[in-house]
C-alpha cells in the first residue's frame, strides 16, 4: 500500500491550572522579603542612632557629674587651707561659672560649674564643726547635675599626742624609755627617738622628719615632711564665755599664776541618783567648785609637808575604827595629837596606852599605816581640819571624815553654791546638793556644754557627760586622777571631757600624785598616798600658750614605783584621749625621776569630739548626696540642712 504523505502536525498543550499563581506567590514573597530587609534596615539605622544619642547622653551626664564632682573637691581644698571661707551662717558662693579641667588638662567643654559652701547640721559648734559644699553642674541649655558633700572640720580630739615644737625651755625631749603611744601622733617639729626606744601603734605624722628612727617601732610607719597643722589662736575661744555664763557655769579664779599659786579647784562628781548600783545615767554627773583662802595654796593643792612636825600634815593622815560606824573614818595626821582624837580612840576600843600611843605617833608611824592618804583642799574627808573653827561646834569637826562629812565653808576655803533649791532627786541624794553643777540639760536646760575659769584652776574627779573645761589666761592643774564614768575602752561614748588652757597644763607635784618619803629624818621609805600608785588623765588636754608637762618631773623618786614591770619614780602616767601642746613638755627623766608615758587614743574623742574643741582646719569627707536638679534652690537648702541648736 503505498505509503501516505502527512503533514507534521503541531501539538498545544494548555498550562496546567495554578502555575501563574504560584508566579505571583513568589512576587508576592519577593516584595515582601524585599520589604522586611527595607524595615531592618531601616530599624538598624534608627537603632544605632538611638544607641549614639543615648551613648552621648550618658557620656554627657557623666560628664556633668565629673564636673560637679570636681567642683565639690576644689572647694574642699580650698577650705583646707583657708577654714575662715566657710561663713558662719548661709552660705557663701566660691565658684560662679568656672570651667572645669579633665586630668590631661583639656576644659569640659560646654559645662560650668557653680559651688556654694556653708554650715550645716548644728551651727553652735557645741557637737563638733559640720559643713556642706553643694556642686551644681549646667551646659548651655540648662541641662544641670547637682550634688552635695557633706564634711565635717577635724577636730585636734583626734590626737594621742600633738606638738608644734619639740624643743622647749627643758631643751628637746625624746620618746623613749618604753613609751606606748596608742593613738595618732603629730610633730610640726622634728620627732626626736631616745636609744631606749618607743612603740607608735597608730599613725604618725611631722612636718619635718624622725631623728632616731631606728629605735621606734611603727605599727602603721610614719609620714615625714607634711603640711604643718597650725594651732588655733585664743581668740577662736572667745565664744566659751558666753557659752558657760548661759548655764552659770563661767566663774572667776583669784590667780592667774602657775601651779604653785592655784586656789581654785574644779572636781568632777558622779553620783547614784537612783540607786541602781552605778552613776551611768545621763543625770548622774556634776563638778562642784572650791576657793581657797589668800595663802592656802599648799592646802588645796594636797601638798606634802617637808618637815617631821604632825602638825603640819593636815592633808595627809590614816583611817581608824570608830565606835558606831561600819567603815572606818579618816584622820589628818595633824589631829592625831589632840585631846579628843585620844578619848576617841580609847571609846572606840583602844586601850589606854594603845590610844596614847596613836596619838603620840610621829609622821613616820602614822603615814605608813595601811591606807594612809592624802586629799586637796575642801575634801570631806578634812573634817577635822576644815571644821575646827567658829561657827562650828566641837562635835561637828572632832570626828574622822568620809564622803559624806561636806563642809560648805570651812577654816581654809569654801565650795561655791549652785542653786538653793536643788533638784529634788539631788537633795535626797546628797549633803552637798546645792554644791552641784549638772552637766546635763535635764537638770540644767541652759547647759551648752562648756565651764569657764578666767585663771588658774585645779582639776580632779570622775567626769560623767560631755564638757570641756577652759582655763582663759590661766593654767590646768591636773591635782589627782580625772577618769570618766564610763570605761573608754568599751567605746560607748557617753563621757568626753576637753581641758584647755591658755597656759600650760601641768601635773601637780603634790601627796597625791607623787610617792613621798614616809619617814622624813630617818632613812628614806617611799609610800604612794593615793588610792591608785599611777596616774590617770582620760581626757583632751590642750595647752595653747607652753605645755603639757609633770611639775618637778626632774627631782624626787628614781625606782619608788613600778610601770609595766619598769621601776620609775612616779609610776604610768596613763592617758586616754589626747595631748595638744605649742611647746613639748617633759614628764619623766631617763635616769626614772616623774612618770613613764602610756598614751592611749580614745576612738569616741577623735568622733565626738568634747564640745566646742579647737578644730586643726582641716575638713574630711562624711557623706555624698545627689541633690534633685528640678526646682534647685540653694538658699532653701542650706536652710533645710541647718539649725541653731
Known sequence: MPRSSLSPRSTFRPAAAGASARRGFALGVAL?????????????????????????????????????????????????????LLPDSGQSQLMTGATVYSADGIAVPGIRVNVWVG?????????????????????????????????????????????????????????????????????????????????????????QYVSGAGYGTFMKGYLQYQRPVPLPTTTTLSRLSSYASSAGYNFTAPTIGDETTVLMRVEFVATDLNADGDSLDDNEGFFRVYVANAGKQAWLRGDYPATTSVANYTNCGDWHTVAGYADKKFFPAAVHPTTWFRQLMQASGMSAGAAAAES???????????????????????????????????????????????????????????????????????????????????????????VYVAGTTGVS?????????????????????????????????????????DNDAV?????????????????????????????????????????????????????????????????????????????????????????SKQYGYDACAGSYPPPYFPTTGRFTDNRYYEVNPIGFNVVSLFKSISSGS
Open 32 to 84: 515582601i522579603f524585599t520589604l522586611v530587609i527595607g524595615a531592618l534596615a531601616t530599624a538598624a539605622i534608627i537603632l544605632t542612632s538611638n544607641a549614639t544619642l543615648l551613648a552621648k547622653s550618658v557620656e554627657h551626664q557623666r560628664d556633668l557629674k565629673y564636673a560637679a564632682e570636681a567642683g565639690l573637691q576644689m572647694v574642699k581644698s580650698r577650705l583646707d587651707r583657708n577654714a575662715t
Open 119 to 207: 554650715p550645716s547640721g548644728s551651727l553652735s559648734g557645741q557637737y563638733g564643726n559640720f559643713a556642706s559644699i553643694v556642686s551644681q553642674a549646667v551646659d548651655n541649655i540648662g541641662v544641670s547635675y547637682v550634688q552635695r558633700l557633706d564634711v565635717i572640720q577635724e577636730s585636734f580630739a583626734r590626737y594621742a599626742y600633738w606638738s608644734n615644737s619639740e624643743t622647749g625651755p627643758y631643751g628637746t625631749i625624746y620618746f623613749q624609755g618604753g613609751d606606748q603611744l596608742w593613738g595618732p601622733v603629730w610633730s610640726n617639729d622634728v620627732l626626736h627617738i631616745g636609744s631606749t626606744g618607743a612603740t607608735f601603734h597608730d599613725s604618725v605624722g611631722t612636718a
Open 360 to 450: 603620840s605617833a610621829t609622821v613616820a608611824t602614822i603615814m605608813q599605816h595601811t591606807g594612809a592618804r592624802c586629799y586637796p583642799g575642801g575634801d570631806p574627808h578634812l573634817v577635822a581640819i576644815a571644821r575646827n573653827t567658829l561657827p562650828y561646834l566641837p562635835s561637828q569637826w572632832q570626828k574622822g571624815g568620809d564622803d559624806t562629812t561636806f563642809t560648805a565653808t570651812g577654816a581654809n576655803g569654801y565650795w561655791v553654791r549652785y542653786t538653793t533649791t536643788p533638784a529634788a532627786v539631788v537633795a535626797a541624794k546628797r549633803a552637798d546638793a546645792m554644791y552641784l553643777f549638772p552637766l546635763s540639760r535635764s537638770l540644767n536646760a541652759n547647759y551648752k556644754g562648756v
Open 461 to 501: 574627779g570622775t567626769v560623767r557627760g560631755r564638757t570641756t573645761l577652759y582655763a582663759h589666761s590661766g593654767d590646768i592643774v591636773l591635782l589627782d586622777d580625772v577618769r570618766y564614768a564610763h570605761d573608754p575602752s568599751l567605746n560607748t561614748c557617753d563621757d568626753v571631757l576637753g581641758l584647755i588652757a
Open 507 to 595: 601635773v601637780a607635784d603634790n601627796g597625791i600624785n607623787t610617792p613621798q618619803n614616809v619617814n622624813p629624818g630617818g632613812s628614806t621609805i617611799w609610800r604612794s598616798l593615793d588610792d591608785t600608785q599611777d596616774m590617770y588623765l582620760q581626757a583632751v588636754t590642750m595647752a595653747l600658750n607652753t605645755s603639757f608637762r609633770v611639775q618637778n618631773f626632774q627631782y624626787g623618786p628614781t625606782s619608788a614605783l613600778y610601770c609595766q614591770g619598769a621601776p620609775i619614780g612616779r609610776g604610768c602616767l596613763y592617758v586616754t584621749g589626747g595631748i595638744i601642746q605649742v611647746v613639748r613638755g617633759p614628764v619623766g627623766t631617763s635616769t626614772g625621776s616623774g612618770f
